[in-house]
């Protein structure tokens, strides 16, 4: 005879196998949900009345305006993807740090780095740039390693950047205001450049013969009017994304809001360039309308799970799974990120924020972790999915773009030693929490008392054992 005790774990167990025969993720947690329902229905561990707020949380997902900023934001990403910015940018900064070590590895970072403030995915950045630099890194003899793994994880900065859709999607999961997670995100995200540069920086300096300058025949002119080059692709892309965030950041607008004049920013880009075709918008709206339909349908799946993994008390269970981990927050903190780093290998990162976040959520507050700084943890962690070997999306974006000359292993080994300073940020953001409270605004986000590594007080003694079940 099943108990209520048994069906949170049961429920879960029932999704992973789900998703290991490899079944739609959103259908997975439909069909689970659903049939976990019916079940408690007939055991009686909640009534039919309890499955009517079904409806009432799926419309409120459909009417929630905050989510409404993810197609404007994409829609944003996708017109300056298709109007050369990638190009523009990547060749006026490959010229001006050419004449360096590393100075092709230097220039894939920051338009990296810009262009996923810009696009907010990282296909377009993996894309873009391995088309435009990889030949030439191969050309003028850079290792293929360092070639292949900077220009995969130039483009996972997306992952961290404002405004990224995955911190929209985590401030909706945890209940936090989008502007608090840009805000908190602006650290780790200028940190983790910082990062990928100062390691190129010692590649050019211990091993200089693997990212060796470019000759002079291949230098253009030098001077203002290459300095006037760069600033001409790039000032006007930093102005419009530094106008969306300001207003967010000011309370002048929403995100929903300031991502709707994003796209008028980018719109009039693309006319500014003469890039600007009614086949371009035409594309950048049907890839817009296929990624939302995906984030939708996914949410709504996650809703069913979670209304009966709630009914069950499975977020009892699983706050006291995670809230009586030994050594308090740092037992928590550890265990989260380990789960979620190998969780990564095979769930995307909406899959992950949609499923896992909402149930972290009570742990983490429990043990008195700021939502805010947790978010944006997760975050850092979350991105190294798209650099794990062999199941990295990054990986195989780029794999299907480079040519076929450069080995398969030589893109999953040069994506090593970055995957490592993905994790040594994630440390970072752990031990000093100030890299994300600095640009909150005081009396929001985290106040870095709330993120001590302590254990909690002892439970009061209830004369039970495990969670309190209804």
């Not at 006037?228 to 969306?244: A, H």
Request: hydrophobic letters at 55%; one cysteine or more; a neutral charge.
């Amino acid at each position: 005879m099943l108990t209520l005790e048994v069906m949170p774990p049961l429920m879960f167990g029932g999704l992973v196998l789900f998703l290991l025969i490899g079944f739609p993720v959103a259908f997975s947690l439909a069909a689970v949900g659903l049939f976990f329902g019916f079940l408690s229905i007939e055991l009686g561990f909640f009534t039919t009345a309890y499955l009517g707020n079904l409806p009432l949380r799926t419309f409120g997902i459909l009417s929630n305006e905050l989510l409404l900023s993810v197609p404007f934001f994409t829609l944003m990403g996708a017109i300056l993807e298709r109007c050369g910015l990638a190009e523009d940018l990547l060749e006026g900064t490959g010229q001006l740090f050419g004449k360096i070590p590393g100075g092709l590895a230097y220039a894939v970072i920051i338009v990296g780095a810009v262009l996923g403030a810009i696009t907010g995915t990282v296909a377009a950045s993996v894309i873009a740039m391995g088309m435009i630099s990889l030949p030439i890194m191969m050309r003028y003899g850079y290792d293929m390693r360092i070639a292949t793994g900077v220009i995969a994880a130039s483009g996972t900065i997306t992952q961290v950047i404002p405004p990224s859709l995955v911190l929209i999607v985590l401030g909706s999961q945890l209940d936090r205001s989008v502007g608090d997670m840009y805000a908190g995100a602006i650290g780790p995200s200028v940190l983790q450049v910082l990062l990928f540069l100062g390691f190129i920086a010692i590649v050019s300096i211990v091993a200089p013969h693997k990212v060796p300058p470019l000759p002079d025949e291949a230098l253009g002119p030098r001077g203002w009017p290459l300095y006037w080059r760069v600033l001409k692709g790039m000032v006007p892309s930093v102005v419009l994304i530094f106008t969306v965030l300001g207003t967010i950041f000011m309370g002048l607008a929403t995100p929903t809001e300031a991502g709707a004049m994003g796209v008028v920013g980018a719109i009039l880009l693309a006319i500014i360039n003469r890039r600007f075709t009614w086949p371009l918008l035409r594309q950048a709206m049907g890839s817009t309308m296929r990624i939302t339909a995906m984030v939708i349908f996914i949410l709504i799946g996650a809703t069913v799970f979670s209304l009966v993994f709630q009914g069950v008390d499975g977020g009892r269970w699983l706050e006291h799974l995670l809230s009586h981990l030994p050594g308090g927050q740092t037992g928590f903190l550890i265990f989260v990120n380990i789960f979620i780093f190998f969780l990564a290998f095979f769930l995307d990162f909406f899959e992950i924020a949609f499923i896992i976040v909402p149930l972290l959520a009570p742990a983490a507050t429990a043990l008195g972790v700021d939502l805010v700084w947790f978010g944006v943890l997760l975050c850092v962690n979350m991105q190294t999915s798209f650099m794990h070997p062999p199941f990295g999306f990054a990986l195989f974006y780029l794999r299907g773009i480079a040519p076929k000359t450069v080995r398969t292993s030589d893109i999953y080994w040069g994506a090593l030693p970055w995957v490592g300073l993905q994790l040594i940020l994630v440390l970072v953001v752990i031990l000093w929490p100030q890299s994300v409270t600095y640009f909150l605004q005081p009396g929001t986000g985290v106040d870095p008392a709330s993120v001590r590594i302590e254990a909690p007080p002892p439970p009061p003694d209830s004369g039970e054992e495990g969670p309190v079940f209804r």
